[in-house]
């Protein structure tokens, strides 16, 4: 879940934490792997949080979303132009749609986040060009995730990334720390100066969660519900979402249950 920040500390986790944050990112992404089947056309956004909040549930979590800054809902999902805290509701999925869905689990008082995209049967190549990118910049932001690198390092290689290709980042939302709460320092931005914020340090853990746009970068909230945020020009928005922990060596993506990524052996 997108969010800017309003905390005044980093806090760098212990082993005791970061185990209990991994186990909890784990059930989020083995929520996000569940629900994949139940994305097809016909089956409503509503439907498929029923199904994401009953598996949290029967697996010991706890929604972090539902009730969050009055927040209705179990899960954020966004369809099409649609850049984040899309409320899910009657909308029923259409062929050639692509979906992100935004899961936060808290399991034994520890916080994972993690959001990934979705197609809804066969879409367009401009579609999945956008995914693919969208993907990558994430990947080239946890590339940075090394004992003192500055922070926006992060934010700097993911937009350069996105615009090479004719898209635009996101601004106005952007990743967070996480674990001990739901929204912690660091904000971290996904546009950014390079060789800019604090130097990354072990035991650190945030989200990374670039939302990137087949057009203009700016959004616009829906008045009614006061959280959809839509593309200013009504084009297409795709995201994935990562929660890392920062080692001595390689980034530890907690929520990573596919092995693309390489599990340290040190964290201190």
């Known amino acids: 879940m997108a969010f800017r920040d309003t905390g005044s500390k980093i806090i760098i986790k212990s082993l005791e934490q970061i185990e209990g944050i991994r186990a909890s990112s784990k059930l989020a992404a083995q929520t996000l ?13 509503e439907f498929l949080n029923s199904i994401c909040a009953q598996f949290m549930k029967d697996n010991g979590a706890v929604p972090a979303t539902l009730g969050y800054n009055g927040y209705p809902k179990e899960t954020c999902i ?26 936060t689990t808290i399991l034994n008082g520890y916080f994972g986040d993690t959001s990934k995209m979705y197609t809804v049967g066969s879409i367009t190549e401009h579609a999945q060009k956008l995914i693919k990118v969208a993907k990558e ?32 980042t996101v601004y106005e939302f952007c990743g967070h720390g996480v674990g001990i709460k739901f929204h912690e320092e660091p904000e971290v931005c996904h546009i950014a100066e390079k060789g800019t914020g604090p130097l ?18 700016r959004s616009k909230v829906d008045k009614k519900d006061g959280w959809t945020a839509r593309t ?6 795709a995201q994935f979402e990562h929660t890392i922990c920062i080692t001595k060596g390689e980034p530890y993506v ?8 390489p599990i340290p052996t040190e964290i201190f």
């Open 232 to 237: 200013i020009d009504g084009k297409l928005s």
């Open 137 to 168: 910049c994430l990947n080239l932001g946890i590339e940075q995730c090394k004992e003192g690198n500055p922070l926006n390092n992060i934010g700097y290689f993911i937009n350069k990334h996105a615009t090479a290709h004719g898209y635009s």
């Open 254 to 261: 907690l929520t990573d249950i596919y092995n693309e990524f």
């Open 200 to 217: 990354l340090k072990p035991g650190m853990i945030f989200t990374i969660e670039p939302m990137i746009n087949a057009g203009k970068a």
């Open 33 to 45: 792997e569940m629900i994949e089947s139940y994305v097809k056309p016909g089956v409503s956004t």
């Open 78 to 103: 966004s369809v099409n132009d649609v850049i984040c805290h899309g409320i899910p509701g009657k909308y029923e999925l259409r062929e050639g749609d692509i979906v992100n869905i935004d899961v």
